[in-house]
């Protein structure tokens, strides 16, 4: 009887181990964009994932209506990019993508009014992308970020940013919003990264 339970304990140590694993370090290696996408920036430009050069890449997931964590986490952004541009490593060495999630609504007008509203094109190297609700979807489902409307014009929607290094891998997951996006922590990770 005691080997049993020693067995079953052990059984149990490893799955949870392994559910830990998947959770954390596997799923997220396996998060990357799709090399095929096309995308367009507030600037009426494309916007290619196909040759981008190498560099360290923080990706948020908004919609321009949101009423709280979205606004919140690109305001935080913008202070990141600041103190990323005093260290001489913004443009350079790391870029911001914010992508919304709400392709019908935040047309090439809206995502310009929210870029100025944020200081998105103070410097370059953070780009504001929308695209086709196809293009979005198959996006965030590489990214695993979950979404859906709300049936009152908002979108529930997972609270994740992603830090990608130099070969777009996922290395870390952050939070969004005021409480939730810790930005000494990403700053420390980006730094680490390059």
Same mark, same amino acid.
């Given at each position: ?9 052990? %059984? ?11 959770? +954390? ?8 964009? #799709?090399?095929? %996408? ?17 560099k360290?890449?923080?990706i ?6 949101? #009423? ?9 952004? *913008? ?18 993508? +914010?992508?919304?999630?709400d #392709? ?6 809206? %995502?310009?009014?929210? *870029?100025?509203?944020? +200081? ?7 780009y @504001?992308?929308?695209?086709?609700? #196809? ?14 409307? *709300?049936? +009152? ?10 830090? @990608? ?26 730094? *680490?990264?390059?």
């Open positions: 009887m005691k080997k049993l339970y020693i067995t079953f304990i052990i %059984l149990l140590i490893i799955s949870i181990g392994a559910g830990i694993y998947y959770f +954390t370090d596997y799923r997220e290696s396996k998060m990357s964009y #799709p090399n095929d %996408l096309i995308l367009y920036t507030h600037k009426g430009e494309d916007f290619s994932f196909d040759h981008l050069t190498p360290v890449r923080l948020e997931f908004m919609y321009t209506e949101c #009423p709280d964590i979205c606004p919140a986490t690109t305001y935080l952004m *913008a202070q990141l990019r600041d103190e990323l541009e005093e260290e001489g490593v913004f443009g350079e060495k790391v870029e911001f993508l +914010t992508i919304s999630i #392709p019908e609504k935040d047309t090439q007008e809206v %995502l310009q009014q929210y *870029a100025t509203l944020h +200081t998105i094109d103070k410097t370059d190297g953070w @504001l992308l929308s695209g086709t609700k #196809p293009n979005i979807r198959e996006l965030t489902n590489n990214f695993q970020f979950q979404f859906r409307e *709300a049936g +009152t014009g908002d979108f529930v929607h997972r609270s994740a940013t992603y830090l @990608l290094d130099q070969e777009n891998r996922v290395v870390k997951v952050f939070g969004m919003g005021q409480n939730d996006f810790d930005k000494a922590a990403v700053f420390k990770k980006i730094m *680490a990264e390059i």
